[in-house]
């Protein structure tokens, strides 16, 4: 597990052209996190850096949008905030949305999880502050170290790196807003 402070919305873009640079296809993102802490801003910043152009709308409302990177790629951004577990996920059709040559990112992954894999990355975002975000990103050992120097070379601010602190809590997120 590897913790990041993002103290912007230009910070977690960032964070997402770090990501667009380390992920090749196939895989699986799972982005949680509470309303609010930029699930889709963080996805809607890879799928640019992979050369998607034109509107990236939310896919809130209609569960899936996916688009063509500029590697040929198919990226797949899911939203299952609105998908009910059961019935409803059983009749999902997952496997237009995962693949040899796809990417796909899923936020609020839980209505899908007795049907997806486990994820190549998953993403925690939580509030810090009004404007700040701290992101826990879980991976193999060579994609999270390659995520943490990358992410400190374009100034990011990595606080923890440890592959048992899974559940720990982050002091700062009671902070009160600057
Ligand atoms: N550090 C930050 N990173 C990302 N977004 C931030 C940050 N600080 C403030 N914001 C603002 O928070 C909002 C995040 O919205 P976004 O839609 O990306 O969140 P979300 O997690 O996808 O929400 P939802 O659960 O409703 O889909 C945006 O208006 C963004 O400008
Ligand atoms: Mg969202």
Known sequence: MIRLTLASPTQTRKLARVLAAQLRPPALV??????????????????????????????????AQSYHGRDGERLHHLDLYRLSRGRDADLFAWDDYLGPGAITFVEWPAAGSDALPPPDLRIELRHRTRTSRTARLSADAALEAAVAAAAEDVGLVVTGRDPSAEGDRDPAATGEAP
Not at 32 to 53: D, N, S, W, Y
């Open 30 to 63: 799972t982005v949680e996190g509470e309303l609010g802490t930029g699930k889709t801003t963080l996805v809607r910043g890879i799928l640019r850096a992979r050369g998607v152009r034109g509107t990236v709308a939310s896919p809130s409302f209609t569960l």
